[in-house]
């Protein structure tokens, strides 16, 4: 067991106690490695939990960050600011959206993606239609609507009254989600691949089917890409691996590489329904932060992120399909690009603290299921250092 510190005892009388932490304080990070305060290093899978795509303290990011703090830092909203819009240019530019909403957060992007639908169905004479249908097992946030979003119980108990207007149907569920859509319904946001919920990926068709059910009943689709978003899949967006465009998207996690931003990108269509003083964010897309997200942006092209990142996951699925054929106690290997699970036939945490023990950062989710979700940058032999202690781990499991 890792020794519990002065740092960790001093966290226990002053943090609020929300989070299972692991017993490690951790003081630096490069590339995919961060070290801890004994000086321990680790190979990192967790990434920030699905965040820092190009690796820990990436130069390019440092430097746009600290070029931008000495410039402006700043302003708010109400006047304009240029990494802002060149940040939303580069977004646009590469995907379905023509507009942008900047925020701080992946819940945040979500509310202003349901404000949106809402406002919307207004906007067109139909103001009955509120409803969001979303997937059992998702995971939109932990703001009170969110929360009411996301399809899992643990998640809202204890904090009911729930947000009302949202409906779940389980995903991959084509004919469930049919059955769900009522004269209220607003909209579907379902994620291109389930991360929290125990990394699951639509079966083919899946976005394609939702597509139709909502241009056949005029709803907005809307794809949570907070967490499959900025390559995690392979592809600079999720819903690219099925050509399935949808009206709204939300994007946070690796969008930043760890700076906090959020960012709601829709069609112009879609978009219209926001006027002045309809939605607002102080901090929504600052210079600093928007600076330092265009040069993860920039970078992940530039260092051609996405092409090795594919290659590595075909190498890191290969190895994970060796340890389920060798190892009964795993169930399945899970997921798309970088967001990789292993789903096992039991409580999956005594392994994650065990590879930690053994310097490697992995976290479960769903109880039975260890996930992947390293930089993009991660290497094959990353991978093969990670597989080699797992299949050691797993015989004895
Ligand atoms: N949506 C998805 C798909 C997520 O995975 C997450 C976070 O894990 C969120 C929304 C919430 O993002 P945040 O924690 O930045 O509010």
């Given at each position: ?64 960050l ?75 946030g ?20 729930l ?9 991959n ?45 005029g709803?907005?689709?809307i ?31 690796g ?34 932060i ?43 290997v ?60 797993l015989?004895?499991?």
């Amino acid at each position: 067991m890792s020794e519990i510190t002065k740092t960790m005892e001093a966290a226990g009388k002053v943090l609020a106690d929300t989070y299972f932490r692991q017993p490690v304080v951790l003081v630096k990070g490069s590339g995919m490695r961060v070290w801890d305060d004994t000086g321990k290093e680790y190979l990192d899978f967790v990434a920030g939990v699905a965040v820092c795509i190009l690796g820990h303290s990436h130069p390019a990011v440092a430097d746009a960050l600290a070029r931008q703090a000495r410039e402006l830092v700043h302003v708010s909203n109400l006047y304009y600011t240029e990494p802002q819009v060149r940040l939303a240019e580069w977004l646009t530019a590469r995907s379905f959206a023509e507009k942008v909403f900047f925020c701080n957060s992946g819940a945040e992007a979500n509310e202003a993606a349901i404000k949106l639908a809402r406002i919307y169905q207004k906007k067109k004479g139909r103001p009955e239609r509120y409803r969001i249908i979303t997937a059992e097992k998702s995971f939109h946030g932990r703001t009170l609507t969110t929360l009411s979003a996301t399809g899992q119980e643990k998640i809202q108990k204890g904090f009911e009254p729930l947000v009302q207007g949202f409906d779940h149907a389980p995903y991959n569920d084509l004919a469930a989600v049919e059955k769900a859509v009522t004269p209220e319904t607003a909209g579907i946001m379902m994620e291109p691949v389930q991360g929290e919920g125990g990394v699951v990926a639509p079966d083919s068709g899946y976005l394609a089917g939702l597509r139709k059910i909502c241009d056949r009943q005029g709803l907005l689709l809307i794809y949570d890409e907070v967490q499959t978003g900025m390559g995690r899949t392979g592809k600079l967006f999720g819903y690219e691996h099925e050509n399935v465009a949808p009206d709204i998207m939300t994007l946070a996690k690796g969008l930043g590489n760890g700076l906090p931003v959020g960012a709601m990108l829709a069609t112009s269509e879609a978009a219209a329904a926001f006027t002045p003083g309809t939605h607002a964010s102080t901090f929504g897309g600052t210079p600093l932060i928007c600076a330092a997200a265009l040069a993860v942006c920039e970078t992940l092209e530039k260092e051609g992120v996405l092409e090795k990142a594919r290659e590595v996951s075909a190498h890191f699925i290969a190895r994970l399909s060796e340890l389920a054929a060798r190892h009964k106690v795993v169930a399945e290997v899970r997921g798309r690009g970088l967001l990789l699970g292993l789903a096992l036939k039991k409580e999956a945490g005594p392994l994650v603290g065990a590879l930690r023990e053994r310097g490697f950062l992995v976290n479960a989710v769903q109880g039975d299921v260890l996930r992947f979700v390293p930089p993009l940058v991660v290497t094959k032999k990353d991978v093969d250092a990670l597989c080699g202690v797992l299949d050691e781990l797993l015989k004895d499991f």
